[in-house]
Structure formats: structure tokens, C-alpha cells
């Protein structure tokens, strides 16, 4: 139809394929330059906030640059002693987390990964479907029944709740890592002399190091950001996020902005260390099954 | 030959028919034992909760009679509660809708070649990074009275009056606490700005798995830059933005932390009213426990509707 | 010293490897190998050959131990090895992906066996360099495998293998992922290799021509059953069946469903419009089929220009010929004969291995019209027979195969 439109080209076009038309391609720096100081906003908020005397924050048009910054509002809340607690929490609790759920996960996900196509499948999809359920439909009954035994206010009780919501995630990615390894090896492990537990030690497990390192950065996160259970399963001794709600609560513009900000640096972090393994192309094996 | 329903494990040592199941146990102990704290967290910790839950739900209020649905007739019953479906449904949808396209806009722009293609393709990470919390607190410094938000229209309202014969001059609102649709809209907003980086991930994984030779073909095809984005780019997209859907999907109606942020209890979300029904002063995990499984029951809803009429008509469509 | 490795190597160990009544069935019902008997010598090269899906490698892996033995015995040497590990098997496997162990150096690759046996630290250097030795891969010892060109890997995996000095190699398709070249190379290499170290090996192909090449004794499967173990003489001049005649050899024998007919008691057999009088030795042997059907086999060599025919005898088939490949020292002419294919199972399995694409020179075989079969002769390089003409050529009657048209069995010459 277009055929006698578009006159045929005698140049193939490949080459211009990824090549937008004139209009597009005066607009689209802009439009890259805007979309990615949007994603940054926020960001530059938080940090600017917590360094802005109190004066620059008020009326109806508050300023958004800080001319004189200042340092008042980390003093405070390091001097105030109220930020330790929550740290230590949000610290321990997420590395436990991380380390139990590796410990957990990695040598299922490894079973997972060698079950037969058909039933793989399905378990995953299980584990998946376990996440369709509210947080709530799991969280209340954990909630009442830690509170029986003295799991609420405890970090044990809380790295036992995030536990739940970290597992079938990580177990869905390691299954993916596992995947990858293939079966020869360990079969050459078996007749060079390895046990089954020696081949997973020393061939299937190192070559999934990476994998598993990916898996436990995305559960620390996890558990660093998680305000739902903890909100649950506290009266006491507050998380980082639970401070933060604290603050916005309660507390002045800068409190929330500096609490929110040592929240947010470590995992800037690690999501920058994570960034090389959040290529789509991960994502593309996990759509297709 | 399975007669017992063994399941072979590929690896190790394969089960032998016709022999029951203590065979397979034993040989398959390596497998069992390692997959076993797995299971058994699953089955304690997940499992055996939700089942709990949907009995505190049948319970009588204050946890009578069982089973019963009188506490379904009673959260039924609360104006607030029926808000909250409502506005949950709002906010998912809406949210979705912003989530989608905006995700897709943005993954289109990455696909292309442009330099400094690499450092965006970082920056679009980094809402990631930011705990959902925060990203709330962010929202509250943007969108409240004394916020940025206000602080923009300001200024453009003052280069409007510049114009001759335009008298335009902007009343500042505190967009969360307005009510309505503003504070939905603020919610949505947060949650996509939130999510975009998964989003975006989830469409450039698809825009990156239609292999260059089909866009060459219908180059020498002749096709113009929009056919080949509507006949070529979409329908190749569509098992990706099913992902990309069912994800958010559940996400989006299960939203806490930034309606609890925004809204408060201005406008309730599904997860706020359980919340509140648990939390002191109210202590009723027997309603809150029916809220959990209406809005479970709404998830599922809306996953069985979009996959058996929407992705099948537009599988079909193709 | 090593006391446990030293004693193990000073007194003689036999790997005869020998399968009595093997069968392998799936948890899922397939069968994938029934009642495979077979004795290989200590020292022999035994090589598994067969279409996909005739079990030759889960054989093999049932011989490694890394598939469970569902029926039968599997002895190495003295042993009965269906309940033992892989590891006591002492065996060494060489894997098609070679299954290089791609965080370990080189060096690291070809000595974790032996680090887990707890070899001594020096013994373990001198048999890796040993090894790397012989197979020149010396310079490589500290890269990883991913460093390395696919025939490098190919030699790491075989190294691996050398370093255990095992009673006996496992080898599966370890040719298959080298282009052509290489494979030719290192098959020659393997030979050699094979010669100097005198240890067993038993090796799966799906190649006739690298079992032939290779092996002291070939062993031809199909579909899971053990159609005839022999040395490669055996198995071209005396093909049990017509599977394993059609599948050994290149081009592949002819063959054509015909009639032993007998006239002034000359026996000949008739297929098409063509005629072949058969020596009074070959007649004997087809006394009791007069007027019955027979199959019958002819190699592309015994069909030669009959200016250059090294043999005696009259008998002609007058053919239109299709197609004639010159290959320099020899000429594949392609024709086709007025009779209807060979239809039994065998042929069938023959056809759908062609289909897949087994290698080897010029199978080619030309789509036949209905109720015709294609043939190949190798002629004379300097034959004149040429495309698009009707020519007579010999036929070495005396060379001819037949086999029976309902089981598919050899009828003995």
C-alpha cells in the first residue's frame, strides 16, 4: 500500500533504523535532559532539604536552592542520640535477613533449578503467586501470633517476617542463576570424585557467586526499605523507614529530609553496584519462561 | 512407570520404577534435605498464616461465632471502608495507566542511540534506590502548600500575567489534603515516579528482544516510523506489558506506605483501613482481616478479567 | 610417594567393561536402551555408533554411573559397578561441551581430580604437566577456559581425563563441536593417543565414518538395542541387517527391493527393468527364495564405468544418469532405478537420520520419483560418464547384499 508512497530506496535503511526524524531530533535532548532531572528532583530535594536553615523552607514559595547550608540538622539528630537505634535495627536486621535467606534459598533454588521443565515451572509460579496475597492477609496473623511468643519489638521477629517476603523473591532469581549452570559440570565434578555436596561447594555455588551476590544486595534492600511489617511488628524500638514516617508525622521539614537521607545514601550505593545486573536482557529470560 | 508419582529429579541419582516412595526419599535425600527449610518456612510462614487470616475473617466480630459472615457484613457496612475499595481501584488504575505509558515513553527514548545513553539509563535507576518512604516524605516536600509544586505554578502563573490580557493568578493548594481526586492523583504520581525504573527495565527487555532484521524488513517494506511502532513494536511488547501489567497490578492495589503518607486518612486506600483496624487504638485484627482478603479477592479479580478478556482480545486483534 | 595411587597403577588392572542385558528406562516411560549386551577388552577402543535416539549415550553414561542402571549388569573389571559412584568407577569422561569447569585455570581444571583424591602436591604437577605435555597445551596451563579456541578446550578436557590415568576413557561426541578440519585432526590425535597410552575407550558417535575410522570394535545401535558389535571390516563386509548396512559406509550402500528369478536355471534378480544374473555361489546361497522378494544391497563402489571395472562378469545396468559429482579422485554419479524403495523400519530410520543431517561426504541422496530409487556409484576419476545420458555400467555381482524383506536380516552369503 505504502509501496508507491515511499519510493524505494536504494540505500538500505538499516543504518538509520535508530535515527528519529528531524523535528524529534532537535526536541529530544530536551526531552532526555527534563525526563532525567524529573527522575533526580526528588533526590536533590531530600539532600538540599536536610542542609536548608530553617528560614528558606517556609511560605508559599519556598526557595530551591540553599544559599547558606548548613550542617544544623545531621548535628542534631547524630547529637540527639534518637538516630542509633533505628540504625542499629535497620543494619542488623537486614543483614541477618540477607544471610539467612541465602542460607535458605540458594540450596532450594538449586533443586528447583535441576526439577524436571514442567514442574520447575510450576514451583516458581507458586512462589510467585505467594506474593499476589496482601502483605496484610500474611502480616496480621504473624503479627498476633509474635506478639504471643514475645517476636514484636525483637529483631529476630522482624528478620523472621522479612524472611517471608524475601524468600520466594530471591528463590525466583536464584533459580534463574542455577539455571544457567549447566549439568555437565557437576556430572564432571562427579567423576573427578566430588560428593554431591562437595560439587555444589566447589563447582556450583562458586559459579553462581555472582548470582547469589545479586540476590542478597536486592534482599538487603528489601528489608532496609520495609515499612509494612515493621510497622506491624513494632511499639518500641523504631526501624529507619518507621523513623522517617516518625518525622513525617511529627517532625520539622528537615528532620524527615535528614533521616530520609541516611536512609536513602547506602542504598544509592548499592543500587549503583547493583545497576550492571539491571540490564533488560536479565529481565527478558524471566517474560519469556 | 512413575507409579508412585516419583518425580526424577534430572541431576543425581534417578528414581527407579516400580519402587515406592521410600525408595525415592532415599534416593533423592540429598535433594529433600536441601530444598526442606525452604518448604517448611513457606508452609509455616506463608502458608499457614494466610489460611489463618481468611479464618480470622470468618470469625464474629470480636472473634464469636465461626463460621460467619458477619464481619464481612459489618466492614461492608462502614462508608469508609466502601471509600476505600473505591478509591484503591482509582489509584491502581490510575496509576497503571500513568505507570504504562509513561514506562513505555521512556523506554522507547533509552532504545534509541543518543550519546550519554548509558549514564540516563543509570539516572532512570536510581528511583529504585529511593525507599518507598522517602519517596513519600519527597512527595509531601513537593506537592503540600508550602511545596515545589506550588513554587512552579507560582511562576509560571507570574510569566502567564506577563502575556497582555491574561489575568491568571494562581491560588496555592496543599495537593495531598485537598481530598479527591487531587490526592489520588498525588498518590498515583508518587507510586509511578517510584516504579519507573522496573517499569522502564520491563519494556526495554522487550524493545531489545525484537531482533533489528525484522525492523530492516519492514524498512524495505516500506513501512512509515508509526506502522512500524504499531505493527511491529506493540504486538511484539504485548507478553512484556502483560508482565509489566500483573506485576504493577498487584503492586499498585496492595499501595501502603505513600497512601499512608498523602492521604492519611483523608482518603482511605484498602491497606490504610486494614492497617488502621489493626493498629492500636482500634485492635480489631478480625475486620482488618476481612479488608486483607477483600483486597486479595480484588487482585485476583483484576488479573483473571485483564488475562481471559483483555490480553486474549488483543491476541487475537493481531 | 603416593602409596594409594602408586599401588593402584603397579598392579595390572583389567577394564574389561562388560554390559550384560542392559535396559535403561525414564521415571517417564521412555525407553531409551533394552538389553544391550557387549564385552569390551581391557585396552580396546569400543566406539557406540547410531542415529540420535538409539541410546548410544545414555549407554555410555550408564557406564560413567551418572545414569542409573534400570536392568542388567555393568561390570569394569572384576566389579559389578550398577551400585557404585561415579568417582570409584575409575573412569574419566570426556563431556561433548567438554564441561570445563570455567572458574578454574587450566591447571586448576586438570587437577581437581586429583586434589580431591588427595594426591600429593607434586604428583599432581608432574602428571598435569605431564599431560599438558603430551597434548602441547603447556602454554595455556594458567588461562581460564573461556580463554581458550575450541580446540584448546577440546585438549583441556582430554588432559583432564589423561591426569587420572583411569582404567578406561569415557568419550561423548567429543569431535562434535569442532568445525571440520579440527575434527579430522583430532580424531588422528585421539588414535594416536589411544596407541600410546593403551588404556580402553569407549567412545559415542554419531558418525560412521569416525567410528570406522577410529575404533578397533564398533558397536551399532538403534533405537535402544544393539543391532551388531564387530571390528569395522566386519561391519562393512558383513552387515547384519540392512540398518547397519545402510547406516555404515559413504555414499551409502544402494538398496532396492527385487526378485530372485530363475530361467534355464541361471538365477538372476530382477528389480525395475533391470536384470542381474547372479555366480553360482551367490545362487546357492539364494536357493530356497526363488520367485520370492529379497532386498538387495549394492555398494557405490561395485557400480563402476565399465572401461575401468576391475572386476569380471557381464552383468550391466543401463541408467540415465542425474548428476555426477566430481570429487578428484574419484566421480559419484547419481541415477536413479525404475523399482520401489525399500520400505521396512530399518530403511526408514535411515532415511530420518539423513533427514537430520548426518554428516559424512556426499550422502546426498537426489529426491526419487515415485516407485524409483536413488543409487551412487563411485566411478573412475577419469571416467567420461557424464549428466543427462544413458550409459551401461558394471555391476560386481559377486559383491552383492542380500536381506531378508521381512525381518531386514542378512541372508548369509
Known amino acids: 500500500m505504502t509501496a508507491t508512497a515511499a519510493p524505494p530506496r536504494l540505500v538500505p535503511p538499516a543504518k538509520h533504523r535508530d535515527r528519529l526524524d528531524r523535528p524529534l531530533q532537535v526536541l529530544f535532548p530536551f526531552w532526555v535532559a527534563v525526563s532525567a532531572l524529573i527522575v533526580l528532583f526528588p533526590i536533590y530535594l531530600v539532600i538540599m532539604v536536610s542542609v536548608a536553615p530553617g528560614s528558606a523552607l517556609f511560605g508559599e514559595r519556598p526557595d530551591l536552592l540553599v544559599t547558606d547550608p548548613t550542617l544544623d540538622h545531621w548535628r542534631q539528630i547524630i547529637e540527639s542520640g534518637s538516630l542509633w537505634g533505628p540504625l542499629t535495627k535497620s543494619l542488623v536486621v537486614a543483614t541477618l535477613t540477607t544471610i539467612v535467606a541465602i542460607v535458605i534459598a540458594a540450596p532450594a533454588a538449586y533443586v528447583i533449578s535441576r526439577l524436571p521443565a514442567g514442574i520447575r515451572y510450576t514451583v516458581v509460579i507458586g512462589l510467585l503467586v505467594t506474593r499476589m496475597f496482601p502483605e496484610f492477609a500474611i502480616g496480621i496473623s504473624v503479627a498476633t501470633r509474635f506478639a504471643r511468643v514475645g517476636l514484636v519489638d525483637d529483631y529476630l521477629g522482624l528478620v523472621l517476617a522479612h524472611l517471608i517476603g524475601a524468600l520466594p523473591f530471591i528463590t525466583w532469581i536464584l533459580v534463574g542463576t542455577f539455571e544457567t549452570i549447566p549439568r555437565d559440570l557437576e556430572e564432571a565434578a562427579r567423576i573427578d570424585g566430588a560428593s ?15 548470582g547469589i551476590a545479586v540476590a542478597a ?73 | ?36 527449610p525452604l518448604v517448611l518456612y513457606i508452609v509455616v510462614l506463608t502458608l499457614a498464616p494466610i489460611v489463618d487470616t481468611f479464618r480470622l475473617s470468618l470469625s464474629g466480630p470480636r472473634g464469636g461465632e ?24 482509582i489509584v491502581a488504575l490510575l496509576s497503571l495507566a500513568l505507570e504504562l505509558t509513561i514506562g513505555l515513553g521512556v523506554a522507547l527514548t533509552l532504545n534509541a542511540k543518543f550519546r550519554g545513553q548509558g549514564l540516563v539509563r543509570t539516572l532512570v535507576l536510581v528511583p529504585l534506590g529511593v525507599p518507598t518512604i522517602v519517596s513519600g516524605a519527597v512527595m509531601l516536600l513537593i506537592f503540600s502548600r508550602s511545596g515545589y509544586l506550588n513554587s512552579l505554578l507560582f511562576w509560571v502563573s507570574d510569566v502567564v500575567s506577563l502575556l497582555p490580557g491574561v489575568d491568571w493568578s494562581f491560588q496555592p493548594l496543599a495537593w495531598p489534603v485537598a481530598g479527591g481526586w487531587r490526592t489520588l492523583f498525588t498518590i498515583a504520581v508518587a507510586d509511578m515516579w517510584k516504579v519507573l525504573p522496573v517499569v522502564t527495565l520491563i519494556f526495554l527487555a522487550g524493545l531489545q528482544s525484537v531482533p533489528p532484521d525484522v525492523y530492516e524488513a519492514a524498512d ?19 507478553p512484556f506489558i502483560t508482565m509489566a501489567l500483573i506485576l504493577r497490578a498487584i503492586d499498585a492495589f496492595r499501595i501502603f506506605e505513600l497512601a499512608l503518607v498523602l492521604a492519611g486518612r483523608i482518603e482511605p486506600v484498602l491497606a490504610t483501613y486494614i492497617a488502621e483496624r489493626y493498629l492500636p487504638p482500634t485492635n480489631d485484627p478480625f475486620t482488618s482481616a476481612a479488608g486483607a482478603v477483600v483486597l486479595f479477592a480484588l487482585i485476583m479479580v483484576f488479573i483473571v478479567v485483564y488475562l481471559r478478556f483483555v490480553a486474549r482480545r488483543v491476541e487475537t486483534a493481531r | 610417594m603416593p602409596s594409594g ?41 569400543v566406539v557406540l555408533v547410531g542415529p540420535s535416539g538409539s541410546g548410544k549415550s545414555t549407554v555410555l553414561r550408564m ?19 550398577n551400585d557404585v559412584s561415579p568417582a570409584a568407577r575409575d573412569i574419566a569422561m570426556v563431556f561433548q561441551n567438554y564441561a570445563l ?144 548396512a545402510g547406516f555404515i559406509g559413504s555414499p551409502a550402500m544402494n538398496l532396492v527391493a527385487s526378485r530372485v528369478v530363475a530361467e534355464d536355471g541361471d538365477v538372476a534378480v530382477s528389480f525395475g527393468s533391470h536384470q542381474l544374473e547372479l555366480s553360482p555361489a551367490v545362487a546357492r546361497s539364494l536357493a530356497d527364495r526363488q520367485g520370492k522378494e529379497v532386498l538387495l544391497g549394492i555398494r557405490p563402489e561395485d557400480i563402476e564405468d565399465p572401461e575401468f571395472a576391475a572386476f569380471d562378469g557381464n552383468a550391466r545396468l543401463e541408467v540415465a544418469i542425474d548428476l555426477v559429482e566430481n570429487l578428484g579422485a574419484e566421480r559419484i554419479a547419481h541415477f536413479e532405478v525404475d523399482a520401489p524403495p525399500v520400505r521396512t523400519r530399518d530403511t526408514e530410520a535411515l532415511a530420518a537420520d539423513l533427514e537430520r543431517g548426518s554428516e559424512g561426504p556426499t550422502n546426498a541422496r537426489l529426491v526419487a520419483r515415485p516407485d524409483h530409487v536413488a543409487f551412487t556409484a563411485r566411478l573412475h576419476p577419469r571416467s567420461l560418464v557424464s549428466a543427462g545420458h544413458t550409459t551401461k555400467l558394471a555391476v560386481d555381482v559377486s559383491r552383492l547384499y542380500f536381506f531378508d524383506p521381512d525381518t531386514g536380516e542378512a541372508i548369509p552369503r
Do not use: C
Open chain 3, 101 to 244: 569447569y570455567p572458574h578454574m585455570t587450566v591447571y586448576g581444571n586438570m587437577a581437581f581430580a586429583l586434589k580431591l583424591r588427595k594426591v600429593p602436591k607434586d604428583e599432581i604437577d608432574r602428571r598435569v604437566r605431564e599431560a599438558a605435555e603430551l597434548l602441547s597445551i603447556t602454554e595455556l596451563l594458567r588461562r581460564k577456559p573461556r580463554q581458550l579456541s575450541g580446540g584448546q578446550r577440546q585438549r583441556v578436557a582430554m588432559g583432564r581425563a589423561i591426569v587420572r590415568e583411569p582404567a578406561a576413557f569415557l568419550m561423548d561426541e567429543p569431535l562434535s563441536n569442532l568445525d571440520a578440519k579440527l575434527r579430522v585432526q583430532t580424531r588422528s590425535e585421539i588414535s594416536r593417543l589411544h596407541q600410546r597410552l593403551g588404556t580402553s575407550i569407549v567412545y559415542v558417535t554419531h558418525d560412521q565414518v569416525e567410528a570406522v575410522t577410529m575404533a578397533d570394535r564398533v558397536a551399532v545401535l538403534r533405537e535402544g538395542m544393539l543391532q551388531q558389535f564387530g571390528t569395522p571390516d566386519d561391519l562393512y563386509e558383513k552387515p547384519v541387517n540392512v540398518f547397519v
Open chain 2, 66 to 89: 465461626f463460621p460467619t459472615l458477619a464481619t464481612y457484613r459489618d466492614v461492608f457496612d462502614q462508608e469508609v471502608f466502601r471509600t476505600a475499595i473505591k478509591n484503591t481501584v
Open chain 2, 220 to 238: 524495505v517494506d516500506g513501512a512509515t516510523k508509526w506502522q512500524r511502532f504499531y505493527r511491529i513494536t506493540l504486538p511484539m511488547l504485548v
Open chain 2, 1 to 36: 512407570m512413575s507409579d508412585d508419582g516419583a518425580v526424577g529429579l534430572q541431576t543425581g541419582a534417578p528414581a527407579r520404577p516400580r519402587t515406592g516412595v521410600r525408595r525415592w526419599l532415599r534416593n533423592h535425600a540429598f535433594e529433600v534435605a536441601l530444598a526442606t
Open chain 3, 5 to 45: 595411587t602408586l599401588a593402584a597403577r603397579e598392579e595390572p588392572r583389567l577394564a574389561e567393561i562388560v554390559l550384560e542385558g542392559v535396559g535403561k528406562a525414564f521415571p517417564d516411560g521412555t525407553v531409551a536402551v533394552r538389553d544391550v549386551s557387549l564385552a569390551m577388552e581391557d585396552g580396546e577402543f
Open chain 1, 196 to 210: 554431591r555436596m562437595g560439587t555444589l561447594l566447589r563447582v556450583v555455588f562458586p559459579l553462581a557467586a555472582a
Open chain 3, 63 to 81: 557406564i560413567a554411573g551418572l545414569e542409573e542402571v534400570t536392568s542388567g549388569t555393568i561390570r569394569i573389571g572384576d566389579r559389578v559397578v
Open chain 1, 217 to 289: 544486595l536486592f534482599v538487603w534492600l528489601y528489608s532496609w526499605n520495609e515499612f509494612l511489617y515493621a510497622r506491624l511488628l513494632t511499639t518500641n524500638q523504631n526501624t529507619l523507614p518507621l523513623e522517617v514516617f516518625r518525622a513525617i508525622d511529627r517532625g520539622s521539614r528537615q528532620q524527615m529530609a535528614t533521616i530520609a537521607a541516611v536512609l536513602t545514601l547506602p542504598i544509592l550505593l548499592v543500587v549503583y553496584f547493583l545497576q550492571r545486573h539491571l540490564r533488560p536482557g536479565a529481565l527478558a529470560g524471566a517474560v519469556k519462561g
